[in-house]
């Protein structure tokens, strides 16, 4: 079956091995058909075939991320919330004041805090945040924004 692209070049990483080698990747109907050796591409050219020779740079086929954290990166660097580790729990809501007097209404979040470099270790919880602040929402997210 033909290809609808082909894209070639010198330093192709597949994944199956550790090194990046001369090599075709044919695609067609949006996804990898095959990939082969650029001798035995021949087969998958057909008259509306498109190719793109990448020469010697990199080509990794499929991957790729799309897990950003473009909204953390952006709230946390600005006045509307706070950017700490802390050494605890207790000193993580201790450290959300200033915010809270800069923003008497509204949310209260921070980012930064990692448990495994507390004293002690443990996650923080929700009573400590509700004994400070019971009418307002708050958030802390850790510091790789993932809890």
């Known amino acids: ?37 650029p001798g035995d591409v021949q087969r998958f050219i057909g008259p509306d075939t498109k190719t793109e020779d990448f020469k010697d740079a ?16 952006a709230l946390y660097s600005s006045p509307l919330a706070e950017n700490f580790l802390g050494e605890n729990e207790a000193d993580c809501v201790a450290r959300l004041e200033p915010l809270a007097k800069r923003r008497p209404n509204g949310w209260l979040l921070a980012q930064g805090w990692r448990e495994y470099r507390w004293n002690p270790p443990v996650l923080p919880s929700k009573h400590s945040l509700d004994a400070a602040y019971p009418d307002r929402p708050v958030a802390l997210y850790s510091g790789d924004a993932h809890t």
């Open 1 to 37: 079956m033909h290809a609808d692209l082909i894209i070639t070049g010198t330093h192709v990483f597949t994944g199956l091995d550790d090194e990046a080698k001369p090599l075709s990747i044919c695609v067609k109907d949006g996804r990898i058909q095959e990939v082969v050796a």
């Open 58 to 73: 990199f080509v990794c086929a499929g991957l790729h991320d799309a897990h950003l954290h473009a909204f953390h990166s």
